[in-house]
């Protein structure tokens, strides 16, 4: 058994997320058992014992919801302190590229969050109406979600057995670093026309929020959180550090930075997460969702004020830029 | 012009129990008014306890339907038919079925916990339906420690509570006296003139002479066995 | 205080019915307290560990025969010395004394008190020795567990010992160490380096092995493998090795705990689920009745969540704050033998208080998942009884 999987960190994580997809593998049953013989018509007693069950699904969909959204920062954290144990790791950015399956585990695991915040919105939605309307679509979405989240534990298992503690792995600078005047930014930018995009972006998400603009504002979301998180890597993240060649997204989260990092991705995905979800439910079954499209306008402005910040206050402090 | 509050359209409602069916209500058709009194007169297993069930939307109906102020609630979802139960109807029990541990005005303040009011106006509201109900001087005593009387006046507290449109009461003077069974009656016409709708499920006489307007239905095998009014306010 | 009426509530029925509560939060507290304690234990120590480590040399050169180390000629001191980068080359003589009446042993260190001690540690431990004094006779600093040893057999004063060669050596008991380096120095007996061969029957142009810092980090790799190439018989040693066997050791340890204690949760949550279905359906006429009064399914879901959570959180910070106690102001009597067993002189470490966001979290995932998972379905199955209930 190696070192990675006996630390305490690790074990606990792993074993957090076996439960809680033994609660999902209920879920699963039920809901796919559900989904045969449901009809919301019928007088039946089968037909009532069904939508007692599927409280257990929403139930369970719930708690594992939050317990995601916990585990996804316990994880990171975990990562953050395994970078002791892997050689050449100095943050969680050379642990989780130790091997092929962390970034993708990451990745999935936003996505998942993703998801089950539409399938709580549409729960709601779905509540509230006095015929269950849509509860074959957010079924059908929640085993879509279950197949996710499958893949998501085998990659949990995968990628924690295959940390090597002997064979060094890169650090930040290295893997995030401009090589070679190599340009990492996407579509040919620099950091002018980055920067130039990132509050051109954040200015249209506002207008197409407030003017109720859903599809567009759907779309400049996606697009503000891919610039974002460039801006916030190849600038901001400078600022952060207060080292020009410091681009990472992880060492921000350790405590030299005091956490600030879990605050700074914190309020750019939930912000966007609730904008965008609560865009698409508007689409898709007209229906107003004023209080989080209010709370992902306050996300993200917060967001853009914070790494504004950093730079104006390190230019007022030195009076200079990095 | 009376305006129909509850309408009850061929209502059955059977239980399975192995392969027999076991028919509880035979296609039951009613309509109570707002304002009316109704008393199902029935032996027990008449059927009358389940059809106040269902128009109280404790029960589900096997077919029919039952429109509560012209909204079908048979199919209601749990949420919605939580919420109709929890502002339409105040449901007085035969047992009482208080909750021992509990203060009297902690016991009215159940109903009203679900529906999102503020500390404040619960507090307002509990202490109304205590004073209407005459029991506002026992609002702090344990529930448990309450005589019969108390306690029949206490649940009527609770079912007046979120000041709904319909009273149920099912066989509510069973476990009383005679004298707070009279009691009961008067607070009952108290509420008549309300104007709430009141639906009895009894078997008590004590309920064939009503010191206000009333309508006696009696209950028979599940069917409803004749229907007419009776104006006791005369005799008294 | 202005409280929900919901939360007024579920105080109420949680207070008036603690009784139910109590063998729940029994049992709780008790896993709490093992998981708490083995857990700060494990990550005090290895705190400790990294301080100590903090002062040790980043190289240690040793030379091996046959897999073994054996002693290296002084010699080779000079040669390092030629090595670019390098700095405070320090020979090093130590090795074990076996107390012969009960299979015990010391470990003896020789110190050259004519030089500046490279070693912070040992330097932090000879602080207030008044070293004329120590060198005019034949004196020895010692460890606590040396200390205790030594007078539980009739040594308070000094001890005679017998050198390989068959001579007795009378070496007197200067002081002991300061508490605080139990770690290290528990069973540590500090001489003079001459007396220390001849206690250990060193040759006089012997060393144990060769302490040398390289201050550089960068130049670490090429350092080790230019040292390396001296010699056939060399063998390098570098600090971030120790400190990796180290961190192993007690990760492992924390880790071993971890699983047999994933025993004892699968039995918790087994009798959890037992117990919450007991206790539910007991309660089934009253949720019938909160049905019946206008509940939905959800509002009763959320009253015993709150209920459940409440459990969790009050357990949490019992447990855990009786673990801190047991551990950092008792001093984990029994439990510590666990992490520090294997020492041969029973050993009184002083564990630093060490508490941080990692052990916390951990501790309240691995209780609080498990806890409210077993009691999902049981709520669930009372939140769903039929309002119809409260009317038989």
Not at chain 3, 60 to 85: M, S, Y
Request: proline content about 3%; overall charge neutral; glycine content about 6%.
């Amino acid at each position: 058994m190696n070192e990675i999987l006996l630390s305490n960190q690790v074990l606990v994580y792993l074993l957090s997320e076996s439960i809680l997809f033994g609660l999902l593998l209920i879920a699963f049953v039920i809901t796919f058992g559900i989904l045969l013989k449901w009809d919301f018509g019928s007088y039946s007693e089968q037909q009532f014992l069904l939508e007692r069950r599927a409280y257990l699904t929403m139930t369970i969909l719930l708690f594992v919801f939050v317990v995601k959204f916990l585990l996804l920062v316990y994880f990171v954290f975990a990562i953050d302190s395994l970078s002791l144990l892997v050689p050449g790791a100095m943050c969680a950015a050379g642990v989780i590229s130790a091997n092929d399956y962390g970034m993708l585990l990451l990745f999935l695991k936003l996505v998942i969050l993703f998801f089950l915040l539409l399938w709580m919105a549409l729960n709601s939605y779905d509540l509230r109406a006095k015929n269950y309307p849509i509860f074959r679509l957010k079924s059908w979405l929640f085993i879509a979600i279950f197949f996710i989240i499958s893949i998501e534990l085998g990659l949990n298992f995968a990628y924690f057995s295959h940390i090597d503690t002997l064979e060094p792995v890169n650090c930040c600078s290295t893997l995030y670093g401009q090589l070679e005047g190599a340009n990492p930014l996407p579509f040919g930018l620099n950091i002018m026309t980055l920067l130039l995009l990132f509050y051109l972006i954040y200015i249209v998400v506002m207008g197409a929020m407030l003017s109720k603009q859903r599809v567009l504002s759907v779309l400049a979301t996606l697009l503000f959180v891919m610039i974002a998180y460039y801006s916030v890597v190849y600038f901001f993240g400078t600022y952060i550090y207060e080292l020009p060649t410091h681009n990472c997204p992880f060492c921000m989260l350790q405590v030299e930075y005091y956490y600030v990092g879990y605050l700074v991705w914190g309020t750019l995905f939930v912000g966007a997460y609730l904008g965008i979800v609560s865009s698409i439910m508007e689409i898709g079954l007209k229906e107003e969702r004023k209080k989080e499209q209010t709370s992902a306008l306050i996300l993200l402005s917060i967001f853009v004020l914070l790494c504004t910040a950093y730079v104006a206050i390190y230019y007022l402090r030195n009076g200079v830029f990095l | 012009m009376m305006k129909a509050m509850i309408v009850i359209d061929n209502l059955n409602k059977h239980f399975k129990s192995g392969d027999d069916i076991f028919k509880v209500l035979k296609g039951i058709n009613l309509q109570i008014n707002s304002g009316e009194c109704i008393v199902l007169k029935g032996v027990s297993g008449s059927g009358k306890t389940t059809l106040l069930s269902i128009i109280g939307g404790l029960d589900r109906p096997s077919s029919g339907k039952v429109l509560v102020e012209g909204e079908s609630i048979s199919k209601l979802p749990d949420l919605h038919i939580s919420h109709f139960r929890a502002r339409k109807i105040g449901m007085i029990f035969q047992h009482f079925n208080l909750f021992d541990h509990l203060t009297a005005a902690e016991n009215v303040m159940i109903p009203l916990i679900p529906t999102g009011l503020d500390m404040h106006e619960v507090n307002h509201k509990v202490e109304v339906s205590l004073k209407l109900a005459n029991i506002f001087h026992k609002a702090n005593s344990a529930a448990g420690r309450l005589s019969g009387g108390e306690k029949q006046r206490v649940a009527i507290a609770r079912a007046l509570a979120s000041n709904p449109a319909i009273i149920l009461c099912d066989e509510p003077t069973a476990n009383l006296d005679r004298n707070n069974s009279l009691k009961f009656i008067d607070i009952l016409s108290q509420l008549h003139e309300m104007g709430k709708t009141i639906v009895v499920a009894t078997h008590d006489p004590l309920f064939d002479t009503l010191p206000f307007e009333s309508k006696i239905i009696p209950m028979e095998d599940g069917s409803l066995v004749d229907t007419f009014s009776k104006d006791t306010l005369a005799e008294s | 205080m202005r409280t929900s009426p919901f939360f007024h509530f579920l105080m109420l029925g949680f207070f008036k019915e603690r009784k139910k509560h109590i063998g729940v939060i029994a049992i709780s507290l008790v896993i709490l307290f093992l998981l708490g304690s083995a857990l700060f234990i494990s990550s005090s120590i290895r705190y400790s560990l990294n301080q100590t480590l903090a002062w040790e040399p980043d190289f240690v050169v040793q030379r091996t025969q046959g897999g073994q180390k054996v002693n290296a000629p002084t010699a080779w001191i000079d040669d390092l010395l030629e090595v670019h980068g390098i700095s405070k080359v320090t020979p090093r003589v130590y090795g074990r004394y076996f107390f012969k009446a009960k299979e015990n042993s010391f470990l003896i260190v020789g110190v050259d008190f004519m030089d500046e001690q490279s070693n912070k540690a040992l330097r932090m431990m000879m602080d207030e020795t008044d070293l004329k004094q120590f060198l005019k006779g034949d004196n020895m600093l010692v460890g606590e567990g040396v200390s205790t040893h030594l007078k539980t057999h009739f040594y308070p004063n000094g001890y005679t010992f017998l050198t390989p060669k068959g001579v007795f050596k009378k070496v007197n008991l200067f002081k002991v160490l300061p508490k605080k380096s139990n770690l290290i120095s528990n069973d540590m007996i500090i001489v003079p380096i001459e007396l220390a061969r001849e206690i250990l029957g060193m040759g006089e142009d012997e060393v144990s092995d060769i302490a040398l810092n390289v201050p550089n980090d960068d130049e670490w790799d090429n350092v080790a493998d230019k040292i390396s190439a001296f010699y056939y018989d060399i063998h390098v040693t570098t600090k971030e090795d120790i400190k990796k066997a180290y961190e192993n050791l007690y990760n492992y340890k924390g880790g071993v705990f971890l699983i047999l204690f994933l025993i004892v949760i699968v039995t918790f949550v087994l009798i959890l689920y037992q117990r919450y279905s007991m206790v539910y359906s007991s309660e089934r006429r009253h949720i019938g009745l909160l049905r019946a009064l206008g509940w939905s399914i959800r509002d009763v879901l959320k009253l015993k969540f709150f209920e459940t959570m409440m459990i969790v959180v009050i357990a949490f910070v019992l447990g855990v704050a009786l673990a801190y106690l047991y551990v950092f102001v008792l001093g984990a009597p029994l439990l510590r033998e666990i992490f520090l067993g294997g020492a041969n002189l029973p050993n009184s470490v002083i564990l630093v208080p060490v508490l941080d966001f990692g052990i916390l979290s951990s501790i309240f995932l691995i209780y609080a998942i498990p806890f409210i998972s077993a009691v999902l379905i049981p709520t669930w199955k009372i939140a769903v009884t039929d309002p119809k209930e409260a009317m038989l």
